[in-house]
């Protein structure tokens, strides 16, 4: 078992929570806040305890200077300090004498943010590449290190892996419930288990695919990566998402998985991807050559509700469609009333799916909206989590 804050003395000591403040921005204003409220538990008691918090977190990818204007975490500080009612003191470097100075200055319950720690993959990557000197250098300026970004538990960055590997180390309140409700799929589930996968690509989740075969009862797939499983089974997928290299993969899944990968019957294609085009709703043995597969059916919908309504556990991760083209977008918002009208314990698998059942207004339905895609999808297929394993145990 991994140590977590509460097994800390916290009193008078510097303790660096790395969070994860990667909300969806649109210029400089925050379109969904739910990561920032997700991470108030474990920096309130780390303040009650009388920790002076140093708040560390990435946003977004950061190329080019221009993208340092984009993703400052400026508005992140004055919404965390609105939250919490209590100033946040935000500096804006990722190191040097400001920083050092701040710190050296802080008082108990005082809250400091510094900026952007991808600032740093400017020069050479190196919080995305876990440079050792720039871990060691953020190790310095606390005691204790507390783990709450679980959107990048799978990834080695110095600001997770590259801290936790020079001082003490735990996880805060969010990543030991992500971990407590994701091992309720990988640890007994409760049967039948179903999984429900979409999005892109087949090559991404390769692994994934391989580990559930052996662990859920049932495998639903839809999405973009639909099309390479549907050629895969023999049919004409016209100008559909497909990975070549994927299909014997996908062959010899279906082959000995034939009862358990369940594919689309029916989807909805159309010649384009753009808004207001003419869509059509076809057998899968009926589609064109000059058709891309966008969506899947409403006769599939069927087929997934059955299987869902009988399951006792049901995860999903990755949208069934084009969804961000309303006419592609009703097989993932129905697939959405679907589960959460369901009986079983239903967990959500972050990034797109998250984001869809969010501002569908169907988050109090579900059991469980893990903050990370990758992380969750990583955790599901028994992968090692970096940052994760570092931490120390009890
Ligand atoms: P991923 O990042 O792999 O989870 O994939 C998410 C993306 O898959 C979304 O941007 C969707 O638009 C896209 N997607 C879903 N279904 C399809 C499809 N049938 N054809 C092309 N793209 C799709």
């Not at 649109?26 to 140093?54: E, H, M, Q």
């Not at 973009?224 to 299909?247: H, N, P, V, Y």
Request: aromatic share 8%.
């Amino acid at each position: 078992m991994k140590k977590t804050i509460k097994d800390y003395n916290l009193k008078g000591k510097k303790v660096i929570i790395r969070c994860d403040f990667n909300v969806p921005m649109d210029n400089g204003i925050i379109k969904d806040d739910s990561r920032i409220r997700k991470s108030l538990k474990t920096i309130r008691y780390a303040r009650k305890n009388g920790a002076k918090v140093i708040l560390l977190s990435h946003l977004g990818r950061i190329k080019t200077e221009k993208d340092k204007e984009k993703y400052t975490l400026k508005p992140i500080a004055e919404s965390l300090s609105k939250l919490l009612r209590k100033k946040v003191i935000f500096i804006e470097e990722t190191r040097g004498q400001k920083v050092e100075d701040a710190v050296k200055n802080m008082k108990e319950k005082d809250i400091i943010l510094l900026e952007n720690t991808r600032f740093e993959d400017l020069d050479k990557e190196r919080e995305s590449k876990n440079d050792k000197k720039l871990g060691k250098y953020w190790a310095k300026l606390g005691d204790i290190y507390i783990n709450d970004a679980f959107g990048t538990i799978h990834r080695a960055h110095a600001s997770n892996l590259g801290i936790s590997k020079n001082i003490k180390s735990g996880i805060g309140f969010l990543v030991e419930k992500e971990i407590k409700e994701l091992e309720k799929l990988t640890k007994n589930p409760k049967r039948p288990y179903t999984i429900i996968l979409g999005g892109s690509k087949v090559s991404d989740k390769i692994g994934l695919i391989k580990n559930l075969t052996k662990k859920a009862d049932y495998i639903l797939i839809g999405g973009g990566m639909a099309f390479t499983f549907l050629k895969a089974a023999g049919f004409s997928i016209g100008s559909s998402l497909c990975e070549k290299d994927q299909i014997p993969f996908c062959k010899e899944l279906l082959e000995k998985h034939q009862d358990n990968i369940i594919l689309p019957i029916d989807i909805i294609t159309a010649s384009e991807i753009k808004e207001g085009t003419k869509t059509e709703e076809r057998f899968i043995n009926e589609i064109q050559e000059d058709e891309i597969g966008l969506d899947i059916g409403h006769k599939t919908l069927e087929v997934f509700k059955q299987y869902i309504d009988d399951s006792k556990t049901v995860f999903w991760n990755g949208p069934m469609g084009y969804f961000e083209i309303k006419e592609f977008s009703k097989g993932t918002k129905d697939l959405c009333k679907i589960i959460s009208s369901s009986k079983a314990y239903k967990i959500i698998g972050g990034g797109d799916t998250a984001r869809a059942v969010i501002e569908m207004g169907y988050e109090k339905n579900m059991d469980h909206i893990s903050t990370g895609g990758g992380a969750s999808l990583s955790f599901l297929e028994g992968a090692k989590l970096k940052a994760l394993d570092i931490i120390n145990e009890k």
